[in-house]
């Protein structure tokens, strides 16, 4: 393995673990997890997956971009050291893990899983009771393991304990031929319509987004200078956001390939500021991960209700959603000697560009450098846009990007194109070049709502509210939240001689969807405009916002 096409995140972990063994991996409140025994674990739990006969069935050079041969993992679980132990165990086995949120309620969990042809589910106790009223409608489900998080809650039956079945399991390294080409999965919100996967080779993912590259941008070619490398450097990372989201998984493993620690903070259920900041500074974090200003602004609010110092932290990292120049501004003035690192991306195409904050060069927020592989692209996806360009363009990545979107032929050929023979993706991003090289970042082009960090989908709010006996009609759009970034904006036409409260509306869609997908503002009119052919008309719904009156 002495190329780059050869590398995959199974044996990396492997010789990183040889090389800095005695290092801690990962802490979590009063666990330390060395490298070596991180590497027991994984082997342990891959072999559990494989004795329920899961693995590889279908070499990928049988397979299109959008199919997979290998066993599906989802990975229903809190932040921990099992999220991660899960991860790595999976490829070790060549099944494909995949993150799964846990807010999700039945209907979410029950499209979700079936949607990946789930072949096995790993879940932490305090979801078992939402697992077990689902799990008889997801009929690839074979296996179940269990993750005590909470010792009142019994074992499902059929499932196994966690804990139980590494300790039964060998610690011998799996007897398989990992491959660069094996997978990795990411379930995401999207542009339109329900959550897809997209499915990358781990080589290019590893290069893409997992730390596969020098500071110099080279990509690393073979195992041998990843443990040169985890022998020369030692971080420590506290990756605030759920792993189950990209942005967070994505550090964690930027950590391990370099031989870092990954330091997760004690509260994994509810973001509370003080334990983040309480754990930088017990820990010794060198690096923040956060999501935008719904982490950013909690930190600055517990700072400020009680200031400290964090003399380790150099980087806040942050990725997702936009952390705005008031907030950049703020944490500045609180750490004056940190740095504050945007990074654009998506799952579609890994990190892309960033923008850096200091206390010399100020607070922005928008504007980025691009990494090698961008490109911008004209309105019809025909030609590559120069610097200084009229109008906006769709912002694309060259390289290393996914195969596709698992199952789903249509919407892998219409993201992945290729122009002037080059292939590139295009999950929809629309963006300016401007004449110095920089990036303006206008939006994603379809109705994608992000509170938080969280991608809300227009149209599975408006299924939800549709279930409401009293909603004839309902197009939902977004306002700007000072906390959130985004809120949900229901606009709705009620059925007529029928009065609804909202408090009834929100009850209809606790029965579908999360409630941090709950619309925060109703607007009632007379009838929803629509296009001809019968969609939406979210620049309709937009402008209702602007004729509501100020309370």
Request: net charge negative; aromatic share 8%.
């Amino acid at each position: 393995m002495d190329s780059v096409s050869e590398l995959n995140l199974a044996a990396l972990n492997e010789v990183i673990a040889e090389a800095v063994s005695e290092r801690d991996a990962i802490v979590f409140r009063d666990r330390r997890i060395s490298y070596g025994d991180f590497n027991i674990r994984t082997r342990q739990l891959a072999n559990v997956l494989l004795s329920a006969g899961l693995g590889c069935h279908q070499e990928r050079d049988t397979l299109h971009d959008w199919q997979s041969g290998q066993d599906h993992v989802g990975l229903y679980l809190y932040n921990g050291n099992e999220y991660l132990e899960a991860m790595v165990a999976s490829y070790k086995s060549r099944t494909v893990p995949f993150n799964v949120n846990f807010r999700y309620v039945d209907d979410e969990l029950t499209y979700l899983l079936n949607n990946a042809r789930t072949s096995a589910l790993i879940y932490h106790a305090s979801l078992a009771e939402r697992v077990s009223s689902i799990s008889e409608q997801v009929p690839s489900l074979r296996l179940l393991i269990q993750v005590n998080d909470d010792s009142d809650v019994p074992l499902l039956e059929g499932a196994l304990d966690y804990e139980t079945a590494l300790s039964k399991a060998s610690d011998e390294r799996p007897d398989l031929e990992w491959k660069s080409e094996d997978l990795y999965m990411i379930y995401t919100g999207g542009t339109t319509g329900m959550p897809k996967g997209v499915i990358w080779r781990q080589a290019d993912m590893l290069a893409a987004a997992m730390g596969g590259k020098t500071s110099q941008g080279e990509v690393i070619a073979s195992l041998a200078e990843y443990q040169e490398r985890c022998q020369r450097i030692q971080r420590r990372y506290l990756t605030a956001p759920p792993f189950m989201h990209g942005a967070g998984s994505w550090v964690a493993f930027q950590a391990f390939h370099s031989g870092g620690t990954v330091i997760i903070q004690s509260n994994v259920k509810r973001l509370d500021g003080d334990d983040i900041i309480d754990t930088c500074i017990r820990e010794q974090a060198e690096v923040l991960m956060i999501v935008g200003d719904a982490f950013g602004r909690p930190i600055v609010d517990a700072l400020v209700n009680n200031p400290r110092k964090i003399p380790s932290l150099k980087n806040i990292v942050t990725g997702g959603a936009i952390t705005t120049a008031n907030i950049k501004a703020q944490l500045l003035e609180l750490l004056p000697d940190i740095n504050i690192i945007d990074a654009a991306g998506s799952s579609e195409t890994g990190t892309q560009a960033q923008h850096v904050s200091n206390k010399s060069v100020g607070a922005k927020t928008g504007q980025f450098t691009l990494n090698e592989g961008n490109a911008i692209l004209n309105e019809d996806m025909t030609a590559v846009l120069k610097p200084g360009h009229e109008g906006l363009g769709w912002w694309a990545q060259t390289g290393f990007i996914p195969l596709g979107y698992f199952d789903d032929k249509k919407k892998t050929k219409s993201t992945f194109v290729t122009v002037e023979g080059t292939r590139y993706s295009v999950p929809g991003d629309r963006v300016r070049l401007l004449e110095d090289g920089l990036l303006e970042l206008h939006g994603r082009e379809s109705m994608t709502i992000n509170s938080g960090g969280e991608k809300i989908f227009a149209e599975e709010v408006e299924q939800a509210l549709k279930h409401h006996p009293g909603v004839y009609d309902v197009v939902v759009t977004s306002c700007p939240s000072e906390r959130w970034g985004q809120e949900v904006v229901a606009v709705i036409q009620l059925r007529e001689g029928i009065d609804v409260s909202e408090d009834s509306l929100l009850e209809e869609c606790g029965r579908h969807i999360s409630r941090y997908k709950y619309p925060k503002v109703f607007i009632y009119r007379d009838q929803i405009v629509r296009s001809s052919s019968g969609k939406a008309d979210y620049r309709w719904a937009a402008s209702q916002i602007e004729q509501e009156e100020p309370d």
